[in-house]
């Protein structure tokens, strides 16, 4: 069966998830489909990008990934489909899908253009029901992107999500702070890789003028309990963490803070 996921920032107080289901249903009722969030933060667009990147690479080959973070619906931004190795993204081109339609290899992008393939709209501010969960639907039924809108060159792309490698140091970015108080930062596994950090290495870490010694490690038990360490974790992107402990605190630190990685 197809399976679509829907992450959006819309919660589940109100029937606004339901509507957007319900019009995918209504063109493929043999769907499958996944609520990756829809707790993002309200217009947290880059929160929601992060879930999104961390998701999309554990679902199967075709899965159609719709999201809706959408503050400038109903203005100049473009709806577009993304292809990508092995998936599909649906959703405003406002940088949500941009992290991980990367992860996967952008293929090729359309603008949706073709309003005849869309149900009577009822409203111009609510695109996830109107316009991304038909198309998301289209999409998962075999209509070729072709006949949904037209190709585009590029997307927007989240600055955020990419760090500054040179030589030996990265210059990062806090992107995200999960329920144990650890600091994801922009860095994957292939920018660790560029600048030589592999086995039992230390960085110098610099955060609001202050620096760690930090250990690169593969497991929160590298280091005693309270001790600060590195490690890329199951969202694949570098953390910085406290083994049984809280690295926001221990260090000051959230979302947003920009943080420099010097390989010792």
Same mark, same amino acid.
């Given at each position: ?60 080959? &075709? ?117 144990? &108080? ?26 609001? &003028? ?23 974790? &199951? ?30």
């Amino acid at each position: 069966m197809p399976v679509i996921t829907l992450l959006t920032d819309y919660g589940i107080k109100d029937s606004y998830v339901a509507e957007v289901k319900g019009a995918i249903l209504k063109i493929n009722p043999e769907a499958t489909i996944v609520d990756i969030s829809h707790d993002v933060g309200n217009f947290d667009i880059e929160s929601g990008a992060f879930h999104l990147a961390r998701a999309a690479p554990y679902f199967p080959p &075709g899965t159609v990934h719709v999201g809706v973070v959408d503050p400038g619906v109903g203005g100049t931004r473009k709806p577009i489909i993304v292809k990508t190795r092995g998936a599909w993204f649906v959703g405003p081109d406002n940088g949500l899908m941009a992290p991980a339609a990367e992860r996967l290899e952008v293929e090729a992008i359309w603008e949706i253009t073709n309003s005849e393939m869309l149900p009577p709209r009822v409203s111009d501010v609510f695109d996830g029901r109107d316009v991304f969960g038909p198309i998301g639907a289209h999409l998962s039924v075999g209509v070729p992107p072709d006949k949904l809108g037209t190709e585009i060159s590029d997307m927007i792309r989240l600055p955020a999500y990419t760090p500054m490698i040179d030589g030996e140091t990265v210059h990062a970015q806090v992107i995200h702070v999960d329920g144990f &108080g650890n600091l994801v930062t922009n860095v994957t596994y292939e920018a660790m890789e560029k600048i030589g950090a592999s086995g039992d290495v230390r960085f110098k870490v610099v955060v609001r &003028g202050h620096e760690f010694d930090i250990p690169y490690a593969r497991r929160f038990s590298a280091v005693p309990e309270g001790e600060p360490l590195l490690l890329v974790a &199951g969202g694949g992107y570098l953390e910085i963490s406290v083994n049984q402990g809280n690295a926001a605190e221990h260090m000051g630190l959230g979302k947003g803070d920009k943080v420099t990685l010097q390989l010792k």
